[in-house]
Every structure is written in C-alpha cells, then in structure tokens.
C-alpha cells in the first residue's frame, strides 16, 4: 500500500551543524506534507509545511524541500542546537484529507 | 494560535475500570478531531476520526465499543477507554482541524497527550 518512510532511524550530528532529515513518499496524489516535531513524553508539534506546488519552503532555522519527482521529502536545520534534539516525524495529507506518518528519525545533537 | 489541550497528562487505574481523556482546542474551532495512539518508540497510530455532532470514524481494528469517542462540540472531544486493561496502556494524543484557519486548513494541531496506565 501507500506509504510514508524514512531513510534513516537516527541522526547524530554537532551542535551547531546543519541537519538533514528525509523522508520518501509513495502516494504520488499527496498534495500536502508536513513535518513535526515531538519531544520526550509530549505531543507532535507543527514545524513547517509545505504543499505540492511549491519545491521549498523556509521558516526559522528550518527548510523543507520537495521533490515530487522522486517522490523525496527532507527538513533541514540549520545550526542544530541541543533543543533541537527530538524525533521528527514526516506526514503525509492524502486525498482523503487523512495524516500518514513515517516512522521518524532521532536527532541527536552532541555538545 | 492552534493550541490543543488534553486532559489529564497522565492517568493510573486499575483493570477494568473507565478512563476518561479530554482534547480541547483552545484558540480555534475545531470541526475535525483525531485520536492516536502511540507505543514507545513507534509513531503515531490513528485510532478514530470525529467531527462535531457526528458519530466517530472508527480505523480497522479500532474497537469502538471500547474506545468511545464523544465530539460534542467544536472545542472538546473525549476519548473514554472502558474496562481498561493493562494493554490499553499507552499514550493517547489528540489532534484537532480547524478549517478557518487561513493557509493551514488541512493542518492537524496536536495535544501534549495522555500517558495511560492500567494496573
């Protein structure tokens, strides 16, 4: 079936290096992605979005590109800092407005 | 904005009794509310869909006699694990949808969650 994956599990990078994250979709009809954040113990948060017409988005300290031609998906973060460090999750908004999740990668920032 | 509450944080009982979890939208009217589950180390599993005034989708494999979902108005949804059994334990976490909300009206805000542990 259609799925939302990632390629790596964990990622430790330096404090203050960037860090890539990535995703790889498989609904070509996803129209809409986005990437969350989750802490220890707390709910996802909303970090940054981004719809199928458009190839990068930025926010603060973080990007999200868009490859729809492979089907790839990646949020990068600039200067990672400790509080950076948390599992980060892809989804995936199908056409039937429904989230897929990826499994989520760790990012672990070392001092 | 798109602050989503939950109620309790965390909850202990013992088997076979009743536990109640609430999911408020505190800033915005939420029309769509989502229930997952998550197990450690494992990302979010959707349990039910509901929107305001109607009955909750249920995924497969969903129990919705267990898992009643209650979404009676456009800020509050509830959750409420009945004759809960220790492997019910898990972290529940809202998500609410709110279709006002200009340039993000497919977007799920999610809850802080709800750690459950039944005896």
Redesign the interface.
Known sequence: GESVGLHLPTLSVQEGDNSIINCAYSNSASDYFIWYKQESGKGPQFIIDIRSNMDKRQGQRVTVLLNKTVKHLSLQIAATQPGDSAVYFCAENNAGNMLTFGGGTRLMVKP | G?V?S?HPSRVICKSGTSVKIECRSLDFQATTM?WYRQFPK???M?MA?SNEGSKATYEQGVEKDKFLINHASLTLSTLTVTSAHPEDSS?Y?C?ARGEWLAG?T????????T?LTVL
């Open positions: 798109a989503v939950q989502f494992k990302s979010l959707l869909t972290f976490i998500s993000h497919d977007t799920q805000y999610f809850g802080p969650g750690r």
